[in-house]
């Protein structure tokens, strides 16, 4: 698959996972507007970032946003859903169909946006506080 159809694929990703957390927001504010807040945050940044995806599609810092919003959302639902977030949602979640299908298109979401950014970040250089340059003199 190319990174032009990936990247799209990317932005349907973030559409799905946009529209579950609307879709549940007036049911969690009905528990807590805590958590509804939060819910709310999630679908401006997703829509947020399809907008970025959209407008500035060679933007590797964009997609590198996806990811760690998508991880974020995939560590968030895990540790609701066996722990329960204190302030936030303190009671444990009860895993769900829509729960588990909607962080199955994160996970697909998480894995385009890597190998998105793999494939074009360039060449791999070791760390090195001094940047060198073939040539250059010092």
Do not use: Q
């Not at 859903?81 to 979640?93: K, Q, V």
């Not at 009860?94 to 998480?110: F, Q, Y």
């Not at 970040?121 to 506080?129: E, H, I, L, S, V």
Request: proline residues 6%; hydrophobic residues 50%.
């Amino acid at each position: 698959m190319n990174a032009g159809a990936r990247r799209d694929l990317l932005i349907v990703t973030c559409a799905i996972s946009a529209g579950v957390h609307a879709a549940l927001v007036p049911e969690l504010f009905a528990e807590s507007v805590v958590t509804g807040g939060g819910f709310i945050a999630a679908t401006v940044l997703l829509a947020l970032l399809i907008l970025g995806l959209t407008l500035r599609p060679d933007s590797l810092t964009v997609v590198a946003a996806t990811a760690l919003t998508f991880v974020g959302l995939i560590v968030s639902y895990m540790v609701a859903s066996t722990r329960g977030i204190p302030i936030l949602h303190p009671d444990r979640d009860p895993v769900d169909a829509v729960g588990l299908i909607t962080k199955a298109v994160e996970l697909l979401g998480t894995a385009l946006a890597v190998s998105i950014v793999r494939e074009n970040r360039g060449p791999r250089t070791a760390w090195f506080p001094f940047r060198h340059t073939e040539g250059a003199r010092p």
